[in-house]
């Protein structure tokens, strides 16, 4: 007599993000990812190294 697996649970699709990234591996959130562009950007304005023309 065979054993059959049980279905995929419904919660965690085929396409959903917890399963997609090997375990242990470190993913920065949209958010963070923003943010420091932003601050990047910001520190790279205040130290001239991005022309005043360029900034609004």
């Known amino acids: 007599m065979s054993e059959s697996n ?3 649970d ?3 699709g085929a396409g959903s ?3 997609s990234s090997p375990r242990g591996a470190k ?3 949209e958010d963070w990812v923003a943010a420091i ?3 990047t950007l ?6 001239g190294v991005i022309p ?3 900034v609004p």
Do not use: D
């Open 27 to 29: 993913r920065l959130n």
């Open 42 to 47: 910001l520190i790279l304005a205040l130290v």
């Open 52 to 54: 005043a023309g360029l």
């Open 37 to 39: 562009t932003g601050l």
């Open 17 to 19: 993000s917890t399963n």
């Open 10 to 12: 419904p919660t965690t």
């Open 6 to 8: 049980p279905p995929p």
